[in-house]
């Protein structure tokens, strides 16, 4: 970007307001999560279920945090080129590490506390309104009523489990009988391929861990015993494959179950993004000092041409999804929040980040990239979208193919289309827009336990999710921007988060925004170029 477009528009409206906006979308997408079946793993689950919940919730989730990536390494980019190296590793020290630490032991703590205050259904029967929160609650006079009632009992779910898999993990025998007797398939594999009688092999640790996450209560005698049980059901053939693959190698599943707990075990929740952040910051400045030390110069102006992001970028991203565990049963990318990132979902978004930051490089004043945005999110919505929400986990391979192209095109021109539709219309200094710039790095931080218990408050509420969804959003933004003003704006929190702020009508003698940037400018003239570094913002 040019010191003359710099100067003329110091500060960028409208990747500030685009940033606000991902973030605070993090708050509707889990909202909207307590409306969909329990099987989902959340702590409240509402008396009233939304079906077209879950398709707007893959609406968002299919680009909210791509987009904020990319902004992100648009800024680290900005950044690194204004101050130099140590000064980008020091300021992502302080806006990023150091908020992230203070999360694991304020936010994340404060999160499980309110979790296992909510956790208990507002109704048994109409928390179990499907075959898998049945199994869960161990309710098989209600599985069979839902078979009854025409439910697939070979149904899967998001990871491809079906009714009968979780029943032989849990070791629900009476569930499992009634599956049996109603035609299920005792050898269906999930979509990691693990089948019944493998997840009848787990350690009663892992067991337990899971078994919490969902909410599902459980004796280790009872589940061994049930285990025992339905294993007469399943092929003798699966059973004597599973128990001698797990006396083959002992030392090499133990090894496996550790390495999956620092994979799978939810240390950081929604805080994951800052996690990712840091290591794409160190692996940004280890590609810099590459990148200097080489005796040719990086093309970045196919960076500014959305042709040659569609032909570039989008295949990779594409084959990195399709390596994801989850990918067959849901729309975008999966989600890492264990204390180890999981190495494709990082590849997938550090794709995002440093495209951000070629995209700084390539200059791009004039908004080539994104000016056709008005075709761009037609096409992302109407097409785009549809097809890679249909065809995503389709077992025609054919089909699968291109349900993953769509969804990473979607991811991409969605992206670039929110940016032009924001350059076009938030281009300028906007209060409002500006403050819940500001304010949202704290909203989304420190958003999930209020979210909680509103969604706790609401659920018993005879009224229709569509209802619910807006109370619950209004209410917790309402009460986070009022802490927001009086605890954090002007409180050594809001300094952390996003600089030092002072109290209208006293008196700073030298600027210091957000993220306030010294460009380089002849001596004795300091010009601050005010720029939002700080990487705000979920899901």
């Not at 908020?99 to 296992?116: N, Q, R």
């Not at 067991?207 to 589940?223: D, L, R, S």
């Not at 090894?255 to 075990?265: C, G, I, N, T, Y």
């Amino acid at each position: 970007m040019s010191k003359a477009a710099i100067l003329s528009d110091p500060r960028r409206h409208d990747l500030d307001a685009l940033r606000a906006v991902a973030m605070l979308l993090g708050i509707v997408l889990h909202g909207m999560i307590s409306f969909l079946p329990v099987a989902s793993g959340w702590a409240v689950q509402d008396s009233r279920q939304a079906d077209g919940f879950g398709v707007i919730l893959s609406m968002i989730h299919g680009f909210r945090m791509p987009l904020f990536f990319l902004i992100s390494g648009f800024f680290t980019m900005m950044l690194l080129r204004r101050r130099g190296i140590p000064a980008l590793l020091w300021h992502r020290f302080r806006r990023i590490f150091l908020p992230l630490v203070l999360g694991l032991f304020t936010i994340i703590p404060t999160v499980w506390i309110v979790s296992a205050f909510v956790q208990q259904p507002a109704d048994a029967n109409a928390s179990a309104d499907d075959l898998w929160a049945a199994v869960i609650m161990d309710q098989p006079d209600r599985v069979q009523a839902l078979i009854d009632d025409g439910h697939d009992v070979n149904a899967r779910s998001d990871d491809g489990a079906t009714p009968f898999l979780l029943a032989a993990f849990l070791g629900r025998d009476d569930a499992a009988e009634v599956l049996i007797r109603n035609g299920a398939d005792p050898t269906l594999a999930n979509y990691k391929g693990e089948t019944p009688a493998d997840v009848m092999q787990a350690p009663w640790s892992l067991t337990k861990m899971i078994a919490g996450f969902v909410k599902a209560p459980v004796k280790q005698e009872a589940v061994q015993a049930g285990r025992q049980r339905i294993a007469q059901w399943i092929p003798e053939k699966s059973i004597d494959s599973a128990t001698t693959a797990k006396s083959a190698d002992q030392a090499k599943e133990a090894a496996q179950a550790l390495l999956a707990a620092l994979f799978f075990v939810p240390v950081f929740l929604h805080l994951w993004f800052l996690w990712f952040l840091c290591f794409l910051v160190v692996g940004f400045v280890i590609g810099v000092w590459i990148y200097r030390r080489l005796p040719w110069a990086l093309p970045t102006m196919w960076a500014a041409s959305a042709f040659w992001v569609i032909v570039l970028v989008v295949p990779v991203t594409a084959l990195l999804q399709a390596s994801m565990k989850s990918n067959a049963g849901q729309f975008g990318p999966d989600t890492s929040i264990g204390l180890l990132p999981l190495p494709v979902v990082l590849a997938y978004y550090a794709v995002f980040f440093f495209f951000g930051a070629l995209y700084y490089r390539a200059d791009d004043t004039t908004g080539r990239l994104s000016r056709h945005w008005p075709a761009m999110l037609l096409v992302s919505l109407a097409v785009l979208f549809p097809v890679g929400l249909t065809w995503g986990g389709a077992g025609n391979q054919t089909h699968r193919i291109v349900g993953l192209l769509c969804q990473t095109g979607y991811a991409w021109l969605m992206s670039i289309g929110m940016m032009g539709l924001f350059r076009r219309y938030c281009h300028a200094h906007n209060p409002v827009m500006r403050y819940l710039s500001d304010s949202s790095y704290w909203l989304y931080v420190a958003h999930m336990p209020v979210i909680l218990l509103v969604q706790a408050w609401v659920r018993d509420w005879d009224l229709s999710p569509y209802i619910k969804l807006p109370i619950i959003c209004v209410v917790t933004s309402v009460v986070l921007l009022i802490s927001y003003q009086y605890l954090v704006r002007y409180t050594p929190i809001g300094t952390l988060l996003n600089g030092k702020r002072v109290r209208p009508g006293r008196h700073r003698p030298t600027p210091d925004h957000t993220d306030a940037i010294l460009i380089d400018t002849p001596p004795g003239t300091d010009t601050v170029v005010e720029a939002k570094i700080a990487s705000s913002g979920p899901s």
